[in-house]
Structure formats: C-alpha cells, structure tokens
C-alpha cells in the first residue's frame, strides 16, 4: 500500500486559498492521504488551523518564518501577507494553546540571503525549544544559513 502524504504547501497562499476546494479534491483523486499546510505567521497560523478543521485531509503545522525574510517576500508581493508588527513570545503562548492540533512545529529556520540576523537566530532557538517542550518534529527552512541551523539543531 502506498502512502502519499504532502509534506510541504503552503495553502493559505492567495494563489491557493481561492481555489482550495478544488485542490482538495485533486489532493484526494490523485490519492494523498494528507496535506500538512505550513504557518509562517500568526495570520497564516490561524488559517492553517482553520483548514485543518474543514478538510480530514489537511493537516496543520505552525510556525514563525525568519521574520526580515518574510518582511523582504511580503514587499515584493512574492508572498502577499499584511505587513504587521507582533510579539513572538504570545504567537508561542498560541502555539502551545493548540499543540493538539498541530502535527509539527513549521516552518521556522533561518534565511541569511540578505546577510547574518540576530533575530532570527533568537527567534529559530526559542522555536526549537518550543518543539522540543511540545515533543513535535519540526520543518526547517534555511537560505545561505545551512551550517548554523545545523549547529543550532545539535546544541
Ligand atoms: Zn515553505
């Protein structure tokens, strides 16, 4: 028996989220067992949970992108977010709140494109504990920062 599960979308896109029924339905034809839809944010957490109750199929992860990464792919429009200041450690307080219905703790890492970031090295250490405290695996993305979330991953 074959066991096709998605390990990486990002439904809540705007180039997905409008025509995520028929997504579902060709996820399901093409024969996926599951869908993990990954936050980035705390907009997109929230709606990764929301379609994760909708749809059996969809599962969900939470997360927090390096944030000057996202803030450069919002600018661009690559990614069209609203642009909004929050506090870290509340967006965790909402992760833990939900940590039963969360099969992973993604996608957070670190993005070193545009130069080394105190903050998302900061920010990438407070999630890999949240993921151990929550016993989750987590998803990780890493740009030009792939031996320092290695690193950080064995220490
Ligand atoms: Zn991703």
């Known amino acids: 028996m074959k066991l096709l599960v998605d390990i990486h979308t990002h439904l809540d896109h705007s180039l997905l989220i409008n025509k995520i029924d028929e997504i579902i339905d060709r996820a399901r034809i093409a024969g996926l067992k599951h869908i993990l ?14 379609l994760s109750k909708k749809y059996d199929i969809v599962k969900c992860a939470m997360g927090l992108y390096p944030r000057s990464a996202l803030k450069k792919e919002i600018e ?13 450690d509340e967006e965790i307080d909402f992760i833990r709140k939900n940590k039963n219905s969360i099969v992973a703790v993604s996608e957070v890492g670190l993005d070193f494109v545009n130069g080394e970031d105190r903050q998302q090295i900061e920010d990438f250490e407070k999630m890999i ?27």
């Open 37 to 50: 839809t990954n936050g980035i944010n705390p907009e997109t957490n929230r709606i990764c949970l929301e």
């Open 76 to 88: 661009s429009g690559e990614y069209p977010l609203k642009v909004a200041d929050f506090d870290v």
């Open 129 to 155: 504990k949240l993921a151990e405290e929550l016993k989750k695996p987590i998803v990780v993305h890493s740009r030009k920062a792939e031996l320092k979330c290695v690193e950080m991953l064995e220490s």
